[in-house]
């Protein structure tokens, strides 16, 4: 049977004076320490748990509930699958925000309590005035700002399409990552039935069952973790695999999500997922010269594989923009709409 390494590599940390757009900019993970350690969120969180609370409280908007995954002790933090992958180990209930936190500081001292967590929470509609409270200047992006408030809990490990910087604001967490190359070594779960809206791996890497999942080893000699404390963040670049942990009673984290790309372009997995209706299940000799055609015109183009027609007579193949985006969203949308009519049944 394959052998973990003892322990993970620790993920690289961030030079004290690296301006914050060169960080940005990383194409690999980076720990930044302290970087949010002036923010008044985490000077409370530093005082206690009840601090920490308290203050967030402050800026809750309970007329507009939060949605909280409230899981039974025995989950023991990790939100994942029932037994059964028929369903989950967790439920959602609708909660105002200060009873969420008030419920989080109730079972501080409790041994064995239920998981609570509030997971990407927008922060300008649950928590408005917190975010210009506790600035931090990106430059010129517009990233969408998330709060994760919860007890001691686990998220499985899976990817986000944006880059990721994610701050620690109240308890203490623990990132352990994959690079994306990992994927056929993570037993990654369904693509559409998901504990969250990402495919997670199937793997408990704090337990893993190596004789159900022997690659899983060839992965974890390829992790990275480590440990942040509040004021502490992490640049988790586009598609790097990533299991959390909150390591207190109480943990908060605030992070900002943002895409490298153009806001005109669609999500790869859209493009994945027709993959899969169209191109996954021909016979193999077909699948080839699809294979080949996608290498010519999306991954490996030598050069710009419609030089030879006409700039007027490109269509689809002509420069990225807005307008050809368009262009082939409609056409998509018409071929979609035709494969739908055709799979009806007859009246």
């Known amino acids: 049977m394959p052998q973990l390494p003892e322990a993970p590599a620790g993920i690289p940390e961030a030079p004290r004076d690296a301006p914050l757009e060169e960080i940005l900019r990383a194409q690999t993970p980076l720990v930044v320490r302290e970087l949010v350690a002036h923010w008044p969120a985490v000077r409370a969180a530093t005082r206690s748990p009840v601090a920490a609370a308290a203050y967030l409280r402050r800026f809750a908007h309970d007329a507009l509930p939060a949605i909280a995954t409230i899981a039974p002790p025995e989950a023991r933090g990790r939100v994942f699958y029932d037994d059964a992958m028929r369903g989950f180990n967790f439920r959602h209930e609708r909660v105002p925000m200060s009873v969420a936190l008030n419920t989080l500081v109730k079972y501080l001292d409790h041994a064995d309590p239920p998981t609570i967590y509030l997971a990407a929470t ?173 290498g010519h015109y999306v991954f490996e183009p030598e050069a710009d594989p419609a030089a030879h027609i006409p700039p007027h007579a490109r269509g689809v193949l002509g420069p990225p923009g807005p307008e050809r985006a368009a262009a082939l969203r409609a056409r998509l949308a018409r071929a979609l709409s035709r494969a739908a009519s055709d799979d009806e049944p007859p009246a």
Not at 145 to 170: E, F, K, M, Y
Not at 253 to 260: E, G, P, Q, T
């Open 122 to 294: 927008t922060l300008d509609t649950f928590l408005p005035g917190l975010r210009a409270d506790n600035p931090l200047d990106l430059g010129e992006r517009d990233p969408l700002a998330s709060i994760w408030i919860g007890n001691r809990t686990r998220v499985p490990t899976h990817q986000d399409l944006p880059d990721n910087l994610a701050c620690v604001v109240a308890g203490r967490r623990r990132f352990t990552l994959f690079p994306p190359e990992q994927l056929r070594n993570l037993y990654v779960g369904p693509l559409d039935f998901t504990p969250a809206g990402q495919p997670v791996s199937l793997v408990d890497p704090l337990a893993p069952d190596l004789a159900r999942f022997p690659r899983f080893a060839e992965a974890q000699r390829h992790a990275l973790a480590a440990e942040l404390a509040p004021g502490d963040a992490i640049l988790i670049p586009s598609m790097w695999w990533h299991h959390i942990e909150g390591l207190e009673p109480f943990n908060a984290l605030v992070n900002y999500w943002w895409r490298r790309s153009p806001e005109w372009m669609d999500s790869p997995v859209n493009a994945l997922l027709h993959a899969l209706l169209a191109i996954r299940d021909l016979p193999p000799a077909e699948r080839a010269i699809w294979q080949d055609a996608f």
